[in-house]
């Protein structure tokens, strides 16, 4: 299984990015989804979840401003980020069952 994520960068506060993270070599529809978060010298952290059945779950920092999709047809998974805050800074990760993908950096200037 490969996961490639993409879509990271810098942006100022205020702004939006969409993380996006496309897999290879599983049966992406038979799995739950999701995007974790790393800052530096902090665990790593559930950013949101979203099962095959369309159940998400979100973190508490994110909550109303992020927003998890999947299109299995493309076998990808988004995040789109908006209304980012400087404490969102992070490597972000994700995840397709218990497969991880190689993290992307989302910086937020302030």
């Known amino acids: 299984v490969q996961l490639q994520a993409s879509g990271g960068g810098l942006v100022q506060a205020g702004g939006s990015l969409r993380l996006s993270c496309a897999a290879s070599?599983?049966?992406?529809?038979?799995?739950?989804v999701g995007w974790y978060r790393q800052a530096p010298g902090k665990q790593r952290e559930l950013v949101a979840g979203?099962?095959?059945?369309?159940?998400?779950e979100y973190g508490d920092s994110v909550k109303g401003r992020f927003t998890i999709s999947r299109d299995n047809a493309k076998s990808t998974h988004y995040l789109q980020m908006n209304t980012l805050k400087p404490e969102d800074t992070a490597v972000y990760y994700c995840?397709?069952?218990?497969?991880w993908g190689q993290g992307t950096q989302v910086t937020v200037s302030s």
């Open positions: 995840i397709v069952g218990v497969n």
């Open positions: 070599g599983t049966t992406f529809s038979r799995h739950g």
């Open positions: 979203l099962s095959t059945l369309g159940t998400t």
